[in-house]
C-alpha cells in the first residue's frame, strides 16, 4: 500500500476511526501494532515474521542487558545485536553485491567463482527498521535510555506503519514519551496531518511522477542518442524528481502520524538552498544523516584525531552512507564523492564553522551554488545503472545544444520555481509557513492542490527509497 494509492487511503480511514473510537490507550496501542503489522503484511506477508523476529531479538538483547553490570557482558550483547541485524541486511541485501565483487577481485589470481544463483527478494523497508532498531539497542549499551518493559510498545516502535518503509528513521528516546501518554485522533491533529499529507502527494504524485519522471525516463531509455539539452534536463530533473518523491512520502509519513496524535522528526529542511555541502547534510535526509554521525561518525572519532583522521572519520562514514543505500559501485561512489566534498569543505572554511556562515553574501551565493551543482551532478551515478552510463550521461552535456520540448522547458521551469521556493523559505518548514498564511489564501492553495491531484495523468511510481 503506497500513500498515493486508494488502497492505503481506505486503511488510514479505517484506522483513524477505530483509534478514535478506542478509548483505551492500552488497546489502541494494540490496534495501532496490528495495523502496522497489516500494512506490512500487505508489502509481504512472509516478511512480517521478520520484522517481528528482529523486534524481538533487540528487545530481549536490551533487557538483559541492563542486568549486566559487567562491561565485556553488555559489550558481548550488543554485538549479538549488531551482527544479528546486520548479518541478515547484509544477506538479503549485499550478498549478491559481495559475491560478485569477490569473483571480480580473484580473477586475475585465476580463481573463478560460480555465478550467483539466488534469487533474493528485498525486504521493503529493511534499511530503515534495523537502523531504528539497532539505535535502541546501542543507546541501552551506552546507558542513555533506558530499556522499554513493554515488548508491545517496542515493536509499535520499530513498526509504527507511517514511517516503516521509507523512515524518518526515530530514535527511541524520542518516541518513547509519546507511548507512555495517550494519543488520539483530534480535530487539530487531523487538519493539521492533513495539510502535510495533501502536500506530501503533491510532491509525489504532480511534481515527481508526472513533471519530472516521463522526461528523465525518456532520457536514460535513449541515452546513445541524448543531446546536451537532454542530458540537462534528465541530471536537473531527476534532481527534482528524487527530492519531491522522497520529501513527499516523508511528509505523508508525518502528517499520518500526527493524524493519530503522534509526532516524527522532520526529513527535510530545503536541501537545494544549502550553503555548503556539510549544510546539505544538515537538511538532506536529516534522519540517516544525523544516525550517521550519532553512530558511526563519532564513535570512529569524529573530527578529534587530527586533520587525517578526520578526513579518514568522514569519508568511511559517507562511503557507508552510500553503500546503505544499494548494493553497487554507484552508491559507493556517491558516497564517496560526498565524503571527500565534506573533508575538502572542511579544510577550507575549518573545523567548527560552515560555508553558509560566509559574512559576504556574493561568498554565500557562490557556495550555495557550488553545492548546488555538485550535488545535482552527483545524482548522475545514484540514478545511473552502471559506470558507463554514468559516463554517457555526463558526456552528453557536452553535444550539441537544441531548443527543449515541452516537457523539458515544464521540467526546468519547475525545477527553477522550486529552488528559488527553497531559497525564499531556506529556514522555514510547513508548520512555520502554515502559521503564517492568511485562512482565505491557504484554503485555495489547498484547494488547488487538491484538482492537480486528482487531474495528475502522470503514472503511478513506487516511492524510490522503497528500494533502499
Sequence with gaps: MQFDSLSFLLFFGLVVAA?????????????????????YGAWSPAFVLLLAASSLLDW?????????????????LLVVSLVANLGVLAFFKYAAFLHDTLAWMLLPLGIELPSWRWSLVLPVGISFYTFQSLSYTIDVYRRKVEPIASLRDFCLFVAFFPQLVAGPIVRYETFAPQLASARKPSRAALCSGGVWILWGLFEKVVLA?????????????????????????????????????????????????????????????????AIGFRDFWRRWHISLSTWLRDYLYIPLGGGRGGRLATVRNLFITML????????????VLWGGAHGVLLALERQVVGGRATAGRAAHRLS???????????????????????????????????????RPDLGGLLVLATFVLMLAVQWLARDDGIDELLARTPDGLLATVLAALIVL????????HAFIYFQF
Design 19 to 39: 483509534a478514535a473510537a478506542v478509548r483505551s490507550w492500552s488497546a489502541r496501542k494494540s490496534l495501532l501494532l496490528v495495523a502496522s503489522y497489516a500494512f
Design 60 to 76: 530481549l538483547l536490551a533487557r538483559a542487558m541492563s542486568g549486566r553490570r559487567s562491561p565485556t557482558a553488555r559489550r558481548t
Design 209 to 273: 511522477d508526472t513533471v519530472f519522471a516521463g522526461p528523465v525516463d525518456s532520457a536514460w531509455e535513449h541515452l546513445s542518442t541524448a543531446s546536451a539539452t537532454t542530458a540537462l534536463v534528465a541530471i536537473l530533473g531527476f534532481a527534482g524528481q528524487i527530492f519531491c518523491d522522497f520529501a513527499g512520502y516523508s511528509c505523508c509519513a508525518i502528517g499520518a502520524a500526527r493524524c493519530l496524535g503522534f509526532e516524527l522528526p522532520r526529513n527535510f529542511m530545503n536541501p537545494y538552498a
Design 320 to 331: 557507508l552512507g552510500g553503500l546503505w543505500h544499494g548494493a553497487g559501485w554507484n552508491f
Design 364 to 402: 554565500r551565493l557562490a557556495w550555495g551554488g557550488l553545492t548546488l551543482a555538485c550535488v545535482v551532478l552527483l545524482w548522475v551515478p545514484f540514478r545511473a545503472p552502471d559506470a558507463a552510463s554514468t559516463g554517457a550521461m555526463l558526456s552528453a552535456l557536452g553535444g550539441t545544444w537544441s
Design 453 to 460: 491531484i486528482v487531474l495528475s495523468p502522470g503514472d503511478n
